[in-house]
């Protein structure tokens, strides 16, 4: 009796198509990413050589905002709308430089903090964010 072996089929798949999809994928999310604008704000930290520079005669504000969303200018209970007139005050005639530190409470809204912000950025102020050491 003979026995004969039914003919196996082999599949074979083409890796090429798939390589040439992975191209592409890469080449969608590379320009993707040139194309996504994310928009920052430049805030300039101190540091322990920027301390002594912060020495020079600029005039210097600290903005608090509490978990009320009150404002305050050098702890001066001020109207939000009323910020930027209040800061523009400080500065003496003649000098556009000003250092603001910024303490917001943990709790206040984000909105509030970049309203804050884009203020000290639009007059190119320096600004520092006041923080808690974390236990």
């Known amino acids: 009796m003979s026995l004969q072996g039914r003919k196996k089929i082999e599949v074979q ?3 090429s198509s798939m390589t040439d999809l992975v191209f592409l ?3 969608f999310f590379i320009v993707l990413s040139l194309f996504a604008n994310t928009q920052q704000m430049q805030v300039d930290l101190p540091s322990t050589k920027e301390a002594q520079k ?3 005669p600029n005039a ?7 978990k009320d969303t009150k404002y305050y200018v050098n702890r001066k209970l001020i109207p939000a709308e ?11 005639t003649g ?3 000003m250092n603001v ?3 917001v409470d943990r709790t206040v809204a984000t909105q509030e903090t970049v309203y804050a912000l884009s203020i000290i950025k639009k007059h190119q102020w320096t600004v520092a964010l006041s923080t808690q ?3």
């Open 13 to 15: 798949g083409g890796m």
């Open 25 to 27: 994928l890469l080449i």
């Open 54 to 56: 912060a020495a020079t």
């Open 60 to 66: 210097q504000a600290t903005v608090s905002i509490d």
């Open 82 to 92: 009323n910020l930027e007139k209040e800061l523009l005050n400080i500065l003496p």
């Open 95 to 97: 000098t556009n430089k």
């Open 101 to 103: 530190v910024l303490v």
């Open 133 to 135: 050491q974390k236990n």
